[in-house]
T-cell receptor, first 112, second 114 residues
Framework: QKEVEQNSGPLSVPEGAIASLNCTYS??????FFWYRQYSGKSPELIMS????GDKEDGRFTAQLNKASQYVSLLIRDSQPSDSATYLC????????????FGTGTKLQVIP | EAGVTQFPSHSVIEKGQTVTLRCDPI?????LYWYRRVMGKEIKFLLH????????ESGMPNNRFLAERTGGTYSTLKVQPAELEDSGVYFC????????????FGPGTRLTVL
């Protein structure tokens, strides 16, 4: 079982719709959760971080965390063609080590 | 403020050769990380420096990889001798002192071993 699992997609949504990206993780002691956006050929860019159960909103983005279900999601409202990218879920475990574990990413395509 | 920079952006070498990748973190960031993404796989952690000390090198694949950060500023990652499976994109990231969550990534070095 992978430590962080994501559907590779592509996920296609029409412009203006809500895009829903999902991620599950295996390490129950994970404390911090991140969503990175990566455009083709570019470096990952941190767009959201979430640390406690519930929702966190930032503009058109909402991150949702459910630690009991080991599930984290990212909602993108009013999707724009410029949102087309690969979205990487990443998990940071607590403890002595500070490494971040990434999923393989979900490719999102927003159709104009 | 300049971001994380990496050099070279691309490197093509033959199996058995040596390659050295360089990363310059954001100025003042004590934490520096190396990651690697091979084709079709997830980004994988290689190691973490705090200043010049290796905090965690649990992700280094084998002893053909050597990372250094002399003086606690820029870092180098040397692969010697390179093997075909070392091909991939090597990312460097940095984060401020006391904060390991918000990591800023560099553009990556695409390494191709022929």
């Amino acid at each position: 079982q992978k430590e962080v699992e994501q559907n590779s997609g592509p996920l296609s949504v029409p412009e203006g719709a809500i895009a829903s990206l999902n991620c599950t993780y295996s390490d129950r002691v994970s404390q911090s959760f991140f969503w990175y956006r990566q455009y083709s050929g570019k470096s990952p860019e941190l767009i959201m971080s979430i640390y406690s159960n519930g929702d966190k909103e930032d503009g058109r983005f909402t991150a949702q965390l459910n630690k009991a279900s080991q599930y984290v999601s990212l909602l993108i409202r009013d999707s724009q063609p410029s949102d087309s990218a690969t979205y990487l879920c990443a998990v940071h475990s607590s403890g002595g080590y500070q490494k971040v574990t990434f999923g393989t990413g979900t490719k999102l395509q927003v159709i104009p | 403020e300049a971001g994380v920079t990496q050099f070279p952006s691309h490197s093509v070498i033959e199996k058995g050769q040596t390659v050295t990748l360089r990363c310059d973190p954001i100025s003042g960031h004590d934490n520096l990380y190396w990651y690697r993404r091979v084709m079709g796989k997830e980004i994988k952690f290689l190691l973490h420096f705090v200043k010049e000390s290796k905090q965690d090198e649990s992700g280094m694949p084998n002893n053909r990889f050597l990372a250094e950060r002399t003086g606690g500023t820029y870092s180098t990652l040397k692969v010697q001798p390179a093997e075909l499976e070392d091909s991939g994109v090597y990312f460097c990231a940095s984060s401020p002192t006391g904060s390991t969550d918000t990591q800023y990534f560099g553009p990556g070095t695409r390494l191709t071993v022929l």
